[in-house]
């Protein structure tokens, strides 16, 4: 869970370099620390460890004596105690301090290790909170020489994923995953808790291989003692002010202001127990973090017989917000959009979620509650309009569009109804042909909405089935003015036939009366990508999601995370798409059309790590429905790309066949759009001819020009012409493709190892090398580890990384083992990879260059 944090710690001390690591409680801090002890005592160092106990701060010496040094009788005082432990640093080898918990290590033995760090320059870790006021003694001790600073994160979706498997042995589903995210606000310590104590409690089953929920909660009360232990140092106020946050819930800091001093309310977000977040009115809106320390309020007695406490906020809920004139949009340049969403990781995915959450139960609750007083088509739309984004209530939405009464109604508010209606026949399996036939009996009643049912089925019939030729032809020269409808859904046909030139044209325009607000910014934002407009595209979809996360606006947060993280991903951006999409599977599943945009990228989150060189026994695309069809009409919302690539254990030409396979029947299919993308991706994964041909093939019958270059090197080395390739490369200008030239000289790399081709191989590996040296930040390539299907083992890549430039023995010195055992682990990668030398299994394997 924490091996970059633990090797990264690992090389400051190898450079004599201390580390301090902080986070909030329960973020791992201790697990980090003996992760990184029981590393370094693997190479021989000897490491001294002593641990702060919140009962013994106050008792003197409590912790120095811990390390059980040998004192003459008459000799304990601070410096006799930091001579002798001065002398047992000072001894032959390697040696490590380690301070477990430093804010909690009593004064006098602050003193001795102060007196200890001015006399040895042994490398120290220490770990404290991230919000910790320091003593003046703690700071002698922290700052007497450097150190570098680890700042331990929340976990995002997948690490919760990853570790929820851990602890219960199998994963669990994306809901479940999803709530205890939000419940533990990422923190790794309260995850363990809520499975563990849910799992004592029956609230989780096991199903096909996945940990479900048995009920809609997960609180439960084994979780007590450690919430207990969590608030254990909280002040009597503090804990007073949780108590009035619990009756409140997400309340605005200035009604907050009228039950709570500002100091008390100041210290909770010191200290991490209160979360800030802006709303749609530009006001401030706080909660209790992590959420679940508001279900041990809620879920005690002593909340509900507080009457006093009660009586105190009686009426606040009525302050009226303030208000705030909306805010401008900054000016559209990627390294501003990028730089935003950077500063975000910094925020609470949990929270975030959990703000969702509440605002919808809230207006989905209060619109229900009118629409039973009148069931009126508008009070219906109102609430359907919810499910378009949120999850979907299937019994009251069914409910509510049986008993609505439809006579005097709106047409526009009738249509949007009827196509409610069809989205629910396809929820509730149904199929496509049910759907259609609602609109169609629709149609009937009301002709003069035949224009807009018809966009409407050509939407559901070309997003659940083949694209035919003459599919939206006529709506075009159906009159001077398209349908309301008819436009957008005429821009979607084009994104599907990967016309986006078409595309654009379709959607311009305000778009003030569209009754799907959400889908044309969608088509814009997408048809850009596709266009090759990557920055122009990456910029509109980062802007218009700060814009629907402001509003609370779920579908648009859904749908323009989607058209972002292609656009990241396009670029190598992993770490920030990864970022984007785990804040949209914190929110859990969604309702209607976004369904299947949230199943899209589930498997793109899973899609990188299916070509590492370690790939996962885990991947959160193992949450994706595998009821879907292998083709779709959009980039990861068909599965056949995912499993094609995740379920590979084949040589080259297998996996060429396969892929060739595949891209026809999306070209069949009218998914020209989908077909490209899988022909760009498993060229570059593993070049070969049939899928060039086709990738060129579909570029120039939709006159795309923007990847002329990559197409221009992609046939050098497919046909092995190594000089044209290095003419092509030295004079090659940066463009939207960087990326992939050199993801696709890594997959042309591996495939003629694999293959045994050595003399292509070492061209292959020069190129690549000079790439890399050009342009560093396309280095860091996703690639097929290699064709095999036995995985090597930890120790066995260590190995092969080295293999290529070290000698047997030089590898067995570095790694502390008998360089027999290295030969065996050489022979072993050999006979897994079918690599034919040990510098082809390091080109395999390794890194393209030694490390520095």
Request: net charge negative; hydrophobic share 45%; proline share 5%.
């Amino acid at each position: 869970m924490f091996d970059s944090e633990v090797q990264r710690i690992l090389d400051f001390i190898a450079r004599g370099i201390g580390a301090r690591i902080v986070g909030a409680p329960g973020s791992g801090k201790t697990t980090v620390v003996r992760n990184v002890v029981a590393n370094v005592e693997k190479t021989g160092v000897a490491v001294h460890f002593i641990s702060g106990l919140r009962t013994h701060r106050n008792i003197p010496f409590a912790a120095i004596k811990g390390l059980g040094l040998e004192m003459r009788p008459g000799r304990s005082g601070v410096l006799d105690l930091a001579d002798v432990f001065a002398g047992q640093l000072g001894m032959a080898g390697k040696h490590l301090l380690v301070v477990d918990d430093l804010h909690l290590v009593d004064n006098e033995s602050l003193a001795v290790l102060e007196a200890v760090r001015r006399r040895s320059d042994c490398p120290m870790v220490a770990t404290a909170p991230e919000t910790w006021s320091f003593s003046k003694g703690q700071l002698a001790v922290l700052n007497s020489r450097p150190e570098a600073h680890l700042q331990l994160d929340p976990l995002h979706y997948e690490q919760v994923h990853t570790l929820i498997a851990q602890v219960l042995g199998s994963p669990a589903d994306a809901e479940t995953t999803a709530r205890v995210l939000t419940k533990s606000a990422g923190n790794p310590r309260l995850v363990v808790r809520i499975v563990e104590t849910a799992l004592l409690s029956d609230l989780l089953v096991l199903e096909d291989k996945q940990w479900r929920m048995t009920s809609d909660t997960l609180w439960n009360e084994h979780l007590m003692g450690t919430l207990e232990a969590l608030l254990a140092e909280l002040t009597s106020a503090e804990f007073t002010a949780l108590h009035i946050m619990a009756i409140l819930g997400t309340a605005r800091i200035d009604v907050l202001h009228k039950v709570i001093q500002p100091d008390v309310l100041e210290n909770l977000e010191r200290k991490g127990f209160l979360t800030v977040l802006d709303d749609h009115q530009n006001g401030s809106n706080a909660a209790i973090s992590p959420p679940v320390v508001a279900d041990y309020f809620r879920g005690q007695k002593m909340l509900r017989d507080r009457h006093l406490l009660r009586s105190k906020v009686a009426g606040v809920l009525e302050a009226p917000p303030q208000t705030a004139p909306e805010g401008v949009t900054p000016a559209d340049c990627v390294s501003r959009a990028l730089s935003t969403l950077r500063l975000e990781k910094g925020d609470d995915d949990a929270v975030t979620a959990r703000h969702f959450h509440e605002h919808n139960a809230s207006r989905e609750q209060s619109r229900f509650e009118r629409w039973e007083a009148n069931k009126s088509v508008t009070n219906a739309v109102s609430l359907l309009r919810i499910y378009w984004g949120a999850p979907v209530n299937t019994a009251r939405a069914l409910r509510v569009c049986m008993e609505t009464v439809e006579k005097g109604a709106d047409p526009g508010d009738l249509l949007f109804l009827s196509i409610t209606k069809a989205m629910l026949a396809l929820q509730t399996g149904q199929g496509p042909e049910r759907a259609v036939e609602i609109l169609r009996e629709f149609a009937a009643k009301h002709p003069e909405c035949n224009d807009d049912v018809e966009a409407s089925i050509l939407f559901i019939s070309a997003s659940n089935g083949p694209v035919r030729e003459d599919m939206g032809k006529s709506q075009s020269v159906n009159g001077e003015k398209a349908p309301e409808m008819g436009s957008l859904v005429q821009g979607l046909m084009a994104l599907y036939r990967f016309q986006p030139s078409a595309a654009l044209e379709a959607v311009k325009g305000p778009g003030e009366d569209d009754i799907f607000q959400q889908l044309r910014p969608f088509i814009h934002g997408f048809a850009l990508f596709a266009a090759g407009r990557i920055d122009e595209s990456l910029v509109f979809a980062l802007d218009w999601r700060t814009e629907a996360r402001k509003n609370l606006d779920q579908f648009g947060v859904i749908t323009s995370s989607y058209v972002a993280a292609h656009g990241l991903l396009y670029r190598g951006l992993f770490e920030e798409a990864e970022y984007l999409m785990s804040g949209v599977f914190a929110m859990g599943r969604p309702g209607f059309v976004v369904e299947a945009l949230y199943e899209a990228m589930l498997r793109l989150a899973g899609l990188r790590h299916t070509t590492s060189a370690t790939p996962p026994v885990l991947s959160i695309a193992a949450q994706a429905r595998t009821d879907v069809p292998d083709l779709g009409p959009l980039p990861g919302i068909g599965k056949g790309i995912y499993e094609l690539v995740a379920n590979n254990s084949d040589q080259p030409s297998t996996f060429e066949r396969k892929a060739t396979k595949l891209i026809r029947r999306q070209l069949k299919s009218g998914y020209v759009l989908e077909a490209a993308m899988t022909a760009l991706l498993c060229t570059c994964l593993n070049p070969g001819r049939p899928v060039l041909d086709l990738l060129q093939k579909i570029l120039r019958e939709s006159a795309i020009t923007v990847h002329d270059q990559l197409i221009a090197i992609a046939t050098a080395v497919v046909e092995g012409d190594h000089n044209l390739l290095g003419l092509l490369l030295k004079h090659y200008e940066p463009d939207i493709d960087t990326y992939q030239v050199g993801m696709l000289l890594r997959g042309a790399l591996k495939r003629h190892v694999t293959e045994g081709n050595a003399t292509a191989a070492d061209a292959l590996a020069q190129a690549s090398s000079m790439f890399a040296v050009r342009f560093p930040t396309a280095s860091e390539q996703i690639a097929f580890s290699s064709f095999r299907t036995t995985p090597l083992t930890e120790r066995e890549i260590e190995v092969a990384v080295l293999a290529g430039y070290r000698t047997n023995v030089e590898i067995a010195e570095h790694l502390g083992i008998s360089a027999r055992t290295v030969e065996n682990h050489i022979s072993n990668a050999l006979r897994k990879t079918r690599a034919t030398s040990r510098n082809g299994l390091f080109m395999l394997v390794g890194n393209l260059l030694p490390p520095q």
